[in-house]
């Protein structure tokens, strides 16, 4: 059974840069795909960036230039950078994945994000 652990969640200030970190267990091989939803205090879950094995990158339409998804198959890790943190940009952050593409989706429990002077 695959499990995902994020860390790297935090408090910073406006335009500031935070980095998340996902690790996978419980695979022997590459899952199909990784990546980070949020959702903030009275939204509903959106798409920040996913990223497959074979090199997809998929960012959400809320998210600017600032993000960058990365990963190490061989690993099953996922980073996600963000640069010029905005307040819009305070969420719940949870990372995803699918061990194939038709597999039920997996969810971390989510790391708090607060971007606040």
């Known amino acids: 059974q695959v499990q995902l652990v994020e860390s790297g969640g935090g408090l910073v200030q406006p335009g500031g840069s935070l980095t998340l970190s996902c690790a996978a267990s419980g695979s022997n091989s590459p899952l199909y795909v990784m990546g980070w939803y949020r959702q903030a205090p009275g939204k509903q879950r959106e798409v920040v960036a996913t990223?497959?094995?074979?090199?997809?990158?998929n960012y959400g339409d809320s998210v600017k230039g600032g993000f960058t998804i990365s990963r190490v198959n061989a690993q099953n890790t996922a980073t996600l950078q963000m640069t010029s943190l905005e307040p819009e940009d305070t969420a719940v952050y949870f990372c995803y994945a699918r061990r194939t593409a038709l597999a039920s989706i997996v969810w971390g429990q989510g790391t708090l994000v607060t971007v606040s002077s």
């Open positions: 990223l497959s094995t074979g090199g997809h990158t």
